[in-house]
């Protein structure tokens, strides 16, 4: 089974929809990220968390709001998605501890398409 | 501000070259520095971490390097093969933020 998931794996919206995008996680990891891809801008911080109580944004953030439900969950939404957030979206975790250092493990990706 | 340059931006070699993928970054108050590999359309596998103190790591045929005080880390992939096909990108953990900045890929094809 997968460490860190993802869903939905695709999803195709119209402007103005909320959306959310939803990814757990069986590694055990307190900390926690969301990302964006887009063709040659490479990935880029949307939002992270390094535990339960602490929400930190990213470089990106406007337009997305997140929810850590539980240290496994983290949910990223799009109040009122608009075309420019067709995008490539990765959640990743990690760990900050002597043995894994901060070494990031992704989650296969949710495809978004906002028309 | 950190940024994280990988040069070339795409790169297709015979099978069985030895190769190496290049990784720049501006700021050397980093962490660790990660090599990822991502297939078209999938998520990203981690293939190497190097801690900020570490001069390389290698797995099987692959080694990276890191010379923080020249802001460079190389991938050496020996012997490649079509299998090793897919985008290389190289991400660097910054200090104190803890924050992951990401290249923006070397896109590999190895021919059979």
């Known amino acids: 089974d997968a460490d860190v998931t993802q869903t939905p794996r695709n999803r195709i919206t119209k402007t103005g929809k909320r959306i959310m995008l939803e990814c757990s996680q069986t590694?055990?990891?307190?900390?926690m990220y969301w990302y964006r891809q887009d063709p040659g801008l490479g990935l880029r911080l949307i939002y992270y968390?390094?535990?339960?109580?602490?929400?930190n944004k990213g470089e990106i953030s406007d337009g997305y709001s997140v929810s850590r439900q539980a240290q496994a969950k983290f949910s990223l939404s799009l109040e009122s998605a608009i075309p420019n957030q067709t995008a490539l979206y990765f959640c990743?975790?990690?760990?900050?501890?002597?043995?894994?250092?901060?070494?990031?493990?992704f989650g296969p990706g949710t495809r978004l398409t906002v028309l | 501000k950190q940024e994280v340059t990988q040069i070339p931006a795409a790169l297709s070699v015979p099978e069985g070259e030895n190769l190496v993928l290049n990784c720049s970054f501006t700021?050397?108050?980093?962490?660790?520095l990660q090599w990822f590999r991502q297939d078209p359309g999938k998520g990203l596998t981690s293939l190497l971490l190097?801690?900020?103190?570490?001069r390389e790591q290698t797995s099987g045929r692959l080694n990276a390097s890191l010379d923080k005080s020249s802001g460079r880390s190389t991938l050496y992939i020996a012997a490649s093969q079509p299998g090793d096909s897919a985008t290389y990108l190289c991400?660097?953990?910054?200090?104190?933020?803890?924050?992951?900045?990401f290249g923006t890929g070397t896109r590999l094809k190895v021919l059979a």
């Open positions: 590694k055990g990891h307190d900390r």
């Open positions: 700021d050397s108050a980093i962490y660790n």
């Open positions: 990743a975790t990690s760990d900050n501890n002597y043995i894994s250092y901060n070494e990031q493990f």
């Open positions: 968390s390094f535990d339960v109580k602490d929400i």
């Open positions: 190097i801690q900020s103190s570490q």
């Open positions: 991400a660097v953990l910054l200090s104190g933020t803890y924050k992951y900045i």
